[in-house]
């Protein structure tokens, strides 16, 4: 299948019986606003911040943490003084899951 063709299928084609993308390479800026949309999540500089982190951590461990994880990488690289609490009010009651889906990786390990 041709770059072009995977790019023209819809949403729902590319996505897995969880929502997240299959293939974490054909993820865009857009199709994380189209997965926020329908998780009623309007995306913030903030989310895009923690959506960025992820990607890059990905990018160099290819993992996308779960929770506890998560929450050590925003205190280490964004400020100390956020913590699980600031990701729920970002992300919704699995803060660790709906950013890594919007941020277009696979389902963190050990989360429930």
């Not at 309007?42 to 990905?58: F, G, K, M, N, V």
């Not at 660790?96 to 989360?111: E, I, V, Y």
Request: hydrophobic letters at 40%; a positive charge; proline letters at 7%.
């Amino acid at each position: 299948m041709s770059t072009e063709s995977i790019a023209n299928r819809p949403l729902d084609q590319r996505l897995d019986p969880d929502g997240y993308l299959r293939d974490h390479t054909e993820w865009s800026r857009p199709i994380a606003q189209q997965l926020a949309a329908r998780a009623r999540i309007d995306l913030t500089q903030e989310h895009w911040r923690i959506i960025d982190l992820l990607r890059t951590y990905y990018a160099r461990t290819e993992t996308a943490p779960a929770m506890r994880p998560l929450v050590k990488l925003v205190q280490t690289e964004v400020d100390s003084a956020l913590g699980s609490s600031y990701l729920m009010q970002l992300f919704g009651g699995s803060p660790a899951k709906m950013a890594a889906k919007l941020a277009g990786l696979p389902r963190p390990t050990n989360c429930i």
